[in-house]
């Protein structure tokens, strides 16, 4: 690895169109090839009278099916794995809050593919083999935590387990390790620098920070550039998901204009969420994936529900991978607050445990200061005491309860039975203030 | 011992107090005292009134959130030290007050107060031989 490019894998970084599409053809035919392995892909091509020899060009690719997290869900828990089990040496899990967790295997050379990806990732923001990696993202399931901190070892970074939480120790090896690098949800980052300011530390000049790597959660141009005048960094957004390994999809070069995904690694397909039809360029549509470079799992047209657009195929870092713009919402009604995956249906599961409530609520999700925040209004179904001890503890209970389902605290408002609006048929149970959305 | 209050749970936003009054208005009732205690968020607005169980009744037609709650109203002398002197004797015999609101009615003072200790708080008025009013006395 030479220091001085700007590339880490230049052979297929700066791949021409054309040498990338030949090179996506080719892996595309040997992973369906590799799915004939794979029982549930194997029964879903005999379904649809579909062969591993009838994906010609990569055009071809509309003719399979799109695979979705409820196929994950169903084959529950190794029957999409592509390999016998012996075979595998990592599994990832998603917490399984609404129904079957989701289980992602590895064989050893997904790991290494994946180090690789991430390692391309940090590289192409400017991190070296000298540099000081901090990973505050969380580890065990969450894949920030592994995903990263191989990437960074690839690299050659010195990289520290730092994990999410405890800003005191965060900032103190911030300091005593020379730290470069931090790799964090966006609002932990905002978290960190609130400590450094009551602790008196001046970013600027008491720390060797260059470069942020923020993801995991949605956030705004704004918020980025708030996040970069607090610590005098820039900030990259990272694009990843656990059903694709985990972060190493799709980064921000230094151009910070739009996030490239590793067509090496990825197809990818951007389609009306309604019609499943492609949409052109610049219109946002729900992003769908296929892995190119992968054993264990490979997944096929997995419809991610993420929404976003293609802003480029060029740029002027001399990469030639697609440029997609930052998610901009949902095409179902996962929210995703402060790196944590939400479904209302969980919060309305806590809810109707309380015989004190009616069955309305609402959630609201706003962006307070730099801070994403979830309120979620819940009507009193009978004023059962006129004690606001017992009012207050009954909302005290129900923070408790959610935070348990959800692994976060939203504030709990009470409110008078009738005053949430209640619309025609599907009610209204989510309204998203926050700026990124706005 | 105890007379009904109208406890009555409101947004804290404009126009729900309005809603609430009119209704009571509308009914022909005469509020004797009422007081209000809030959070960010909602409050607790607490009447003492004519006719109260009518009232409750005329609330949670309208779809209010609504309870008749049990208070005490002790009689006292307005003057200086006799709230005290009332208080201190409901909370030696071990009472505690989950709130407490005054108002003059006819000349003397009226101490309104809630607790989940009714039985030890009747002991302590009568052996104590405190004045307290009943619903009879607010009807007008």
């Not at chain 1, 307070?368 to 009193?380: A, G």
Request: overall charge negative; hydrophobic content about 35%; charged content about 25%.
């Amino acid at each position: 690895m030479d220091d001085k490019s700007p590339y880490i894998h230049p052979q297929y970084e700066t791949m021409s169109r054309e040498e990338l599409e030949k090179l996506q053809l080719e892996r595309l035919q040997a992973t369906v090839e590799h799915c004939m392995n794979s029982s549930f892909y194997k029964k879903r091509f005999d379904e649809n009278g579909l062969k591993p020899e009838d994906i010609k060009s990569l055009d071809d690719i509309r003719k399979i099916p799109f695979t979705t997290k409820q196929d994950l869900r169903d084959t529950y828990p190794f029957g999409m794995a592509s390999v016998p089990l012996r075979e595998c040496v990592r599994l990832h899990s998603s917490s399984g809050t609404t129904g079957n967790p989701t289980v992602i295997l590895h064989t050893q050379k997904d790991i290494d593919e994946w180090a690789n990806a991430v390692a391309r990732c940090l590289w192409m923001v400017g991190l070296r083999p000298s540099d000081v990696f901090q990973n505050s993202s969380g580890y065990g399931m969450f894949t920030g935590g592994l995903g990263f901190q191989y990437g960074a070892e690839r690299l050659g970074a010195l990289t520290v387990p730092a994990a999410a939480g405890n800003s005191l120790r965060q900032i103190k090896f911030i300091k005593d390790f020379g730290t470069t690098a931090i790799h964090a949800v966006p609002s932990y980052v905002t978290r960190l620098y609130e400590v450094m300011q009551s602790e008196g530390v001046d970013p600027r000049k008491d720390t060797k920070l260059k470069v942020l790597a923020i993801g995991a959660e949605p956030h705004s141009e704004e918020q980025r550039k708030r996040i970069e005048n607090m610590l005098g960094v820039k900030a990259y957004n990272s694009f990843g998901m656990s059903e694709m390994c985990g972060p190493g999809v799709g980064f921000e070069c230094q151009e910070q204009n739009g996030l490239h995904f590793w067509e090496d690694y990825y197809i990818v397909e951007i389609v009306n969420p309604d019609t499943l039809e492609p949409v052109p360029d610049g219109e946002i549509g729900e992003l769908v994936l296929t892995t190119l470079n992968r054993e264990a799992m490979p997944l096929l047209r997995y419809r991610t529900r993420d929404l976003t657009r293609v802003l480029g195929r060029t740029c002027p870092c001399g990469r030639n991978h697609i440029r997609l713009d930052r998610m901009r919402g949902r095409s179902d009604d996962m929210m995703v607050l402060r790196g944590v995956n939400i479904f209302p249906i969980q919060i309305e599961k806590i809810l109707m445990q309380f015989k004190e409530l009616a069955s309305n609520y609402l959630i609201t999700l706003t962006t307070d200061e730099d801070n994403d925040n979830m309120t979620v209004e819940v009507e009193l179904e009978e004023l059962f005491t006129d004690d606001f001890q017992r009012l207050l503890s009954l909302e005290k209970d129900i923070k408790r309860r959610l935070k348990d389902e959800i692994l976060l605290t939203p504030h709990v408002k009470l409110v008078p039975k009738g005053t949430l609006p209640v619309s025609e048929g599907k009610a209204v149970r989510v309204i998203d203030k926050r700026k990124v959305y706005q | 011992m105890t007379i009904k209050q109208l406890s009555i749970f409101i947004e804290n936003k404009g126009g729900t107090l309005i809603e609430v009054l009119d209704l009571l208005s509308k009914a022909n009732i005469q509020i004797i005292a009422s007081t209000i205690a809030d959070t960010k968020d909602y409050g607790i607005y607490r009447v003492l009134c004519s006719q109260a169980a009518q009232a409750y009744l005329i609330l949670k037609e309208a779809g209010i959130n609504v309870q008749l709650s049990d208070v005490f109203a002790l009689s006292i002398d307005d003057q200086p030290g006799r709230a005290a002197d009332a208080v201190s004797r409901i909370s030696d015999a071990g009472v505690s007050i989950l709130y407490l609101y005054s108002f003059l009615w006819k000349s003397k003072g009226v101490l309104v107060f809630r607790t989940d200790e009714s039985e030890k708080a009747k002991e302590a008025i009568m052996l104590n031989k405190m004045k307290f009013l009943t619903e009879e006395d607010f009807s007008v």
